[in-house]
C-alpha cells in the first residue's frame, strides 16, 4: 500500500472528507487529493499533522511492507587467502569515478548555457538563474532574487515610472511595488526590514514585457523561441496551462516554469504567445516550495523533448461525490458567509437547502464545520432555519419530512422540534395542508411524528401557539380549504388547543380518531 493510499483509507476510516481533512490541516482539498493519488506527497510538517489527526505515528503513516533481509552468503575464499574483497573494491573505485564524470560533464553543460558574463565563479554577474540581466548596460547590470544591501534602486539605473506602491500581505508583511509594465515593461516587488539602522531589501519578483533588452542569465529574452527555451533548460520546465486568475503578466497561450529540485521556492516563468516568449516572471513562491508547479495532470504537464505537453497520463483528479448533506452544507454557507447575492440567487441556495433537508445525515453534516466543536455547526444551522423570516408551502413539506431524518435524536431532535414550530406559528394553515399531502406512501407514522414534534416545540411559546388556533379556525370550514386539508387542520388544532407538556402518545393520530 503506498502513502497516498494509506491517507485515503485513514481518512475514510474518520468518516470526513477531503475538503475537510484539508481544512482541519490548513492546506486545499486538492492537495489533499494530489496526497492521496500520490501525484505528490506531503512535508515532514503536514506528516506530523496527518499522524495527529490519524491517532498514529508517523512512522505507522509512512511505513512500507517489510521485506525479507538476503540469507548471508559465506565468503568466497579469496586467492590471496585473507578474505580481502577485491572484487567490491575495485567495482566501488569504479562506480566513484563514473559518478565523478557525470558530475563534471553536468557542471560543464550548465556553464555552456550561462552567457561568459554570468559564469559560474564570476563576482559581477548572477550567480542563480533566478536573476534578469540588462543588456542594454555596460557591463550589464542584474537584478537577482535575494537579499539587496545597495541603496534604492538596488544600484541599477532603472529610472522606474509610478510611485511605490505598498501593500500589506496576509501575514502582516510590508510589500513594495516598483515600475510601470505598461510604460516600461519592468516591475519588481520587495520587502524591507531596518537592522542596526541600516534597511536591507528582499527581492521577491520580477517582471518584464515588450522588450528584448532584459534577459535570463542563460540569455532567454522577449521573443526568444518555443525552441530556444527548451533547448536551454530542458526537461527541468514544467508546462503550465493559461492562467486565468489573478494579475496575468501578459496575453498568452500557456507557460512554462522552471524549478529544478533544487531551487525550493524559487519559479522561472516564460508566457509564451504564437510560439514565442511574451513575458519572463522571476519570483519566490516563498511557502509553496518545490510543490508550486507539481505536475498534477490537470493544470500542469511534463513536457515533451519538444515543449509540448505530455498528456499521456492525464486523468481527471477524483472528485468526492456531493450527497444531499454536503450539498446542504454548501448552499447553506453560502447564504450565512457570501455579501450581495442575487434575490435569484438566494432563492436558489436557499431552495438547495429546503429540498435536501429529508435525505441529509445530521451526524455527518456535524462533521463538515470544524474538528474542535462539531455540535456548533448543527446547532448554528438549526438556529438558521429557526429563524427564517417566512416559510413557503414547499418549504414547510420539505421541513415536516426532514424530522425524519437520518441519525436525528437527543439534543438534535429537539432543535428539530423547535424548526417545526417556528414552521407551523408562520402558517398553520399552510402546515396543515401539508400534512393532508398524500405523496402514495403510506406515511401515518411521518405525519405522527410530525404533529407530536410540532406540539411539543410550540409548548414553550403558549403566545404562538394561541395565535395558531385563532388562523385554524379562522380557515377551518371554509372554502379556502379541501375536506381533506379540513380535517388535518382540525387535528392540528386540538394539538395546539390542548397542551400536554410533550405527552401526546393518547392523542389521536389521525381525523378519524378526533372525539366528535
Given amino acids: 500500500m503506498t502513502l497516498g493510499q494509506r491517507i485515503s483509507a485513514y481518512r475514510k476510516t474518520l468518516g470526513i472528507s477531503q475538503e475537510e481533512l484539508g481544512a482541519r490541516l490548513g492546506v486545499s482539498r486538492q492537495a489533499v487529493s494530489k496526497w492521496e493519488t500520490d501525484i505528490a506527497s506531503p512535508d515532514m510538517e503536514n506528516l506530523l499533522a496527518l499522524s495527529r489527526?490519524?491517532?498514529?505515528?508517523?512512522?505507522?503513516?509512512?511505513?512500507?511492507?517489510?521485506?525479507?533481509?538476503?540469507?548471508?552468503?559465506?565468503?568466497?575464499?579469496?586467492?590471496?587467502?585473507?578474505?580481502?574483497?577485491?572484487?567490491a573494491l575495485s567495482l566501488a573505485l569504479l562506480a566513484c569515478v563514473l559518478v565523478l564524470g557525470a558530475l563534471w560533464w553536468?557542471?560543464?553543460?550548465?556553464?555552456?548555457?550561462?552567457?561568459?558574463?554570468?559564469?559560474?565563479?564570476?563576482?559581477?554577474?548572477?550567480?542563480?538563474?533566478f536573476a534578469l540581466v540588462f543588456d542594454w548596460m555596460e557591463p550589464p547590470e542584474f537584478l537577482e532574487l535575494g537579499e539587496q544591501k545597495e541603496d534604492y534602486p538596488f544600484g541599477v539605473d532603472l529610472f522606474l515610472q509610478g510611485p511605490d506602491t505598498v501593500v500589506t500581505g496576509d501575514n502582516g508583511e510590508t510589500v513594495h511595488t516598483l515600475g510601470d509594465l505598461s510604460k516600461d515593461h519592468f516591475r519588481l516587488s520587495y520587502t524591507q526590514y531596518e537592522d542596526g539602522g541600516q534597511t536591507y531589501r528582499i527581492l521577491t519578483m520580477l517582471e518584464c514585457v515588450g522588450t528584448k533588452e532584459i534577459s535570463t542569465p542563460r540569455g532567454i529574452h522577449v521573443g526568444s523561441t518555443k525552441a530556444e527555451v527548451v533547448g536551454v533548460y530542458g526537461m527541468d520546465l514544467v508546462y503550465c496551462v493559461k492562467q486565468?486568475?489573478?494579475?496575468?503578466?501578459?496575453?498568452?497561450?500557456?507557460?512554462?516554469?522552471?524549478?529544478?529540485?533544487?531551487?525550493?521556492?524559487?519559479?522561472?516563468?516564460?508566457?509564451?504567445?504564437d510560439g514565442l516568449v511574451a513575458g519572463i516572471r522571476v519570483e519566490n513562491m516563498q511557502d509553496l516550495g518545490n510543490d508550486a508547479y507539481a505536475v498534477d495532470n490537470l493544470y500542469?504537464?511534463?513536457?515533451?523533448?519538444?515543449?509540448?505537453?505530455?498528456?499521456?497520463?492525464?486523468?481527471d483528479i477524483y472528485q468526492e461525490p456531493v450527497d444531499a448533506t454536503r450539498s446542504v452544507y454548501i448552499a447553506w454557507n453560502a447564504l450565512v458567509t457570501r455579501e450581495n447575492l442575487s434575490a435569484e440567487e438566494r432563492y436558489a441556495y436557499r431552495r438547495d437547502v429546503f429540498s435536501s433537508l429529508p435525505e441529509m445525515d445530521w451526524q455527518e453534516f456535524m462533521q463538515l464545520g470544524g474538528s474542535d466543536d462539531p455540535v456548533t455547526t448543527a446547532e448554528a444551522f438549526a438556529d438558521w432555519l429557526r429563524n427564517q423570516e417566512s416559510f413557503s408551502e414547499g418549504e414547510i413539506y420539505y421541513?415536516?419530512?426532514?424530522?425524519?431524518?437520518?441519525?436525528?435524536?437527543?439534543?438534535?431532535s429537539e432543535n428539530y422540534d423547535s424548526i417545526l414550530a417556528a414552521a407551523l406559528a408562520y402558517d398553520p394553515v399552510g402546515f396543515a395542508k401539508q400534512l393532508a399531502y398524500d405523496s402514495g406512501a403510506d406515511e401515518s407514522q411521518l405525519r405522527t411524528h410530525v404533529l407530536m414534534s410540532a406540539a411539543y416545540g410550540i409548548d414553550y411559546t403558549p403566545a404562538r401557539a394561541s395565535a395558531a388556533v385563532e388562523k385554524l379556525d379562522a380557515a377551518i370550514g371554509t372554502n379556502a380549504l379541501t375536506e381533506e386539508e379540513n380535517a388535518w387542520a382540525r387535528l392540528l388544532r386540538y394539538y395546539l388547543a390542548n397542551p400536554n407538556n410533550g405527552d401526546y402518545s393518547d392523542y389521536p393520530k389521525t381525523p378519524e380518531e378526533l372525539p366528535a
Avoid at 400 to 409: I, V
Fill in 106 to 129: 553536468n557542471a560543464r553543460r550548465n556553464v555552456e548555457h550561462l552567457p561568459s558574463s554570468s559564469a559560474q565563479g564570476d563576482p559581477d554577474g548572477p550567480q542563480t538563474d
Fill in 300 to 315: 500542469t504537464f511534463p513536457i515533451l523533448t519538444n515543449g509540448d505537453p505530455d498528456y499521456s497520463h492525464r486523468q
Fill in 244 to 273: 486565468e486568475y489573478g494579475e496575468l503578466l501578459t496575453e498568452h497561450d500557456y507557460y512554462y516554469a522552471y524549478q529544478p529540485q533544487e531551487a525550493f521556492s524559487l519559479s522561472l516563468c516564460f508566457f509564451m504567445k
Fill in 53 to 87: 489527526e490519524f491517532g498514529i505515528s508517523v512512522a505507522e503513516l509512512t511505513a512500507t511492507p517489510e521485506e525479507t533481509p538476503p540469507e548471508p552468503q559465506a565468503p568466497e575464499p579469496s586467492p590471496t587467502g585473507k578474505g580481502f574483497p577485491w572484487k
Fill in 399 to 412: 421541513i415536516q419530512r426532514g424530522s425524519m431524518a437520518k441519525g436525528l435524536d437527543g439534543a438534535y
